[in-house]
């Protein structure tokens, strides 16, 4: 089987498909049958026959503004003719200097040291890096233990992977990891149904406390959160969890860290989850929608004292963080991150979400009736709903992938529940369209 039918080279010879080996495929079933996007333009993908599918995804979270925006296309092809490529190491290039300035001013005051790395993973494991530098630079090099959630999704890099809880991204593997307990996951029954945050499970924030007094606070290097977790199915916060676990890093000298590389740039109704919560961590990871998904990019914004901390321990003179990536900052990125910068603030992307977020939780919820559809969940333009098990876990939620495809729509799955993201740009009727389609394909369920 090479299933080579479906791709043609450019010049029109047919592509065998068994060489690109795809992540998180089912790469034997995906050869028998292909699902292929051949071209893109706002919040509608096209297949090679030209059938419009919607995107109910923003891609994977990555674009907001919409597919195909003519000012990114070109900034970045103006930048390549400009400036290709130098190194972060050692040579600056000016729109690095000028992004990181933009990022910060989205930040909470404070979090004003951008780090540029090239994915959510790389995000994750350079903060993860940083937290420990930080510690060793004030003495307390025992701080190794990271502390992360339970149905977590932090990437897949070997230090993502130890925070993330989700079972089969870590025993494929079997190997040791960095040394992370988790706490529970927020998902509660009494929550069911909840628009926005949650009014139950606050005190889950205690488990942060117990692994504090069985490891020694003393002994835990940083909290990893996504402030709402967003892959494993859109899990909102409970009213007051993240102020609660705030404190309690406080109390014991623990670094926060929001993982925001969903939640980021607007998903939330504000510019970061941050902003929406009300609740300032040291760190914030972000990626995705950094360059509105035209180019591979991600960062960590980083407090100033915890830079400082960083910075003020090397010797005058010398490398203060051995870290990096040859990608990093690289000036195409900066340039596509710019460009989508201005579309975000030009077109007040943000405050659309907000605004938009009310319809399209209506439409959401209104699902609420179909017997099948066990729990709605949903802030911003962001929106999960579960689909009661049928058959072996997963199952049904495959299947509703896939018949949403073949209907039209492309959503993002995983397990039995539905993560919706919407473009910001999207319009009323388009929501309509893409909630209408999920009522009969649940109902055909
Ligand atoms: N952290 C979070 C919260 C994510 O959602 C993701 C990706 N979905 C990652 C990290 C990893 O990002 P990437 O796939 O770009 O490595």
């Known amino acids: 089987m090479d299933g080579s039918t479906a791709i043609k080279a450019r010049d029109g010879t047919p592509v065998a498909m068994d060489n690109h080996w795809m992540p998180f495929t089912p790469n034997r079933a995906f050869r028998a049958e292909p699902a292929i996007v051949a071209r893109a333009e706002g919040v509608h993908y096209f297949d ?47 729109r690095a200097f000028e992004l990181a300035g933009r990022i910060a001013r989205l930040m909470p005051p404070g979090l004003d040291r951008i780090f540029f790395a090239n994915s959510g993973s790389e995000a994750v494991d350079s903060a993860m890096k940083i937290a420990l530098a930080y510690h060793r630079a004030r003495g307390e090099g025992q701080r190794q233990i990271f502390v992360s959630r339970e149905r977590a999704y932090h990437g897949v890099n070997f ?68 402030p709402v977790a967003g892959s494993t199915g859109v899990l909102v ?19 926060l860290v929001f993982d925001e590389v969903i939640t980021g740039f607007g998903r939330t109704g504000r510019a970061f989850a941050t902003q929406a919560f009300g609740v ?16 591979p990019m991600s960062a960590v914004a980083v407090k100033r004292a915890v830079c400082d901390v960083v910075m003020n321990a090397a010797p005058e003179g010398g490398v203060e ?22 579309i975000y603030e030009g077109e007040l992307l943000f405050e659309r979400a907000a605004q938009m977020s009310a319809y399209f939780l209506d439409q959401l919820f209104a699902l609420r009736d179909i017997p099948i559809v066990t729990d709605i969940r949903g ?17 049904r939620g495959h299947l509703l992938q896939r018949r949403l495809f073949e209907e039209g729509v492309h959503i993002k799955t995983t397990g039995d529940a539905a993560i919706v993201a919407p473009a910001f740009v999207m319009e009323a009727g388009e929501i309509d369209r893409m909630c209408e389609t999920f009522r009969t394909v649940l109902k055909a369920l």
């Open 237 to 255: 916060p409970p009213k007051g969890y993240l102020a609660r676990l705030r404190e309690i890093c406080d109390r014991h000298g623990i670094l």
């Open 48 to 94: 090679p026959t030209g059938r419009r599918i919607l995107d109910g995804s923003s891609g994977l979270f990555t674009t907001p503004a919409g597919h195909g925006r003519r000012e990114i296309a070109e900034a970045v092809g103006r930048q390549l003719m400009e400036l290709d490529y130098t190194p972060s190491f050692l040579r600056g290039h000016p």
């Open 379 to 395: 802030i911003g333009m962001l929106g999960g709903f579960d689909v009661a098990p049928m058959g072996n876990p997963g199952q």
């Open 280 to 295: 300032t961590p040291d760190l914030i990871t972000m990626a995705k929608a950094i360059t509105n998904g035209a180019q």
């Open 159 to 226: 230090g993502g992977v130890a925070l993330s809880g989700m079972v089969n991204n870590r025993r494929t593997f079997g190997i040791g990891l960095p040394s992370a307990v988790h706490m529970r996951h927020t998902h509660i029954p009494e929550n069911r149904f909840s628009r926005g945050e949650g009014e139950h499970g606050a005190d889950l924030a205690e488990d942060l406390a117990r692994v504090a007094a069985t490891h020694g606070g003393e002994s835990i290097a940083a909290v990893f959160v996504e």
């Open 321 to 342: 963080l051995f870290h990096g990536y040859t990608w990093s900052a690289h000036p195409a990125a900066c340039a596509a991150a710019l460009a989508a910068l201005d």
